[in-house]
């Protein structure tokens, strides 16, 4: 049994929807947590509708309190947001969302920001067109948040969200198409000896891929493993 330190836990504001953010704030200090994870959607954090002194404004809220952001998630389980649209006019706009959704992210401090390939039509008719528009859309965001230092953290939706990006075995596709480089990240609870395990598992593999092992000093994470 793996017994997990409450500095590993990390909570998101997406159960407080019907409550002020700085009660979901509050309640985290007062259960002793000491990272979250921003969900940006309303009535919390919407930056659509805020300015640039509103953002701050919620970074210092954070931050005040002691707490870390170790991840800023836009709310994109919604159709206007589909990297993998059929129609240019909605990828354009799906990928200025997460555009603004990386420099956000810095401004906010964090350098992670959560991000999903879309989906194409549930019938399979344009799998491979969606399949190639989300793999695309997903190359270009990657410039800009490499620009910004900022990582990206690719999830994986329900069958029912998505027929793109829905298990480990199309998540390991998506990643294997582009990647050329894997960088494991070990955390202020993790050790390099471990790390060195992890690459070597990772090589046995895949003999070609390229394995670099860095100290990431992350609170939360033992590990965490960049694609790039």
Known sequence: MVNLKRSQVAIMNIQYKFFPLTKFLDDAVKN???AVELWGAAPHFHPEDMTYRDIVAVRHEIERRGLKLICYTPEQCIYPINLAAPYESERRRSLKFF???????????TDKVLVTAGTGYFDGSDYEEAWKYGKEGLMQLGDLAEHYGIMLA??????????????????????DEESELITIYYGEEGTKEDAEKIAKAIEEIDDEMEVEIQYGGQPIYYYFVSIE
């Open 99 to 109: 555009e603004d959704a990386v420099r956000v992210a810095s401004e906010l401090g």
């Open 32 to 34: 002793q947590v000491q």
């Open 154 to 175: 690719l999830e994986a939706w329900r069958e029912d969200e998505s027929n793109l990006i829905n298990n480990l075995e199309s998540l390991k596709k998506m990643m």
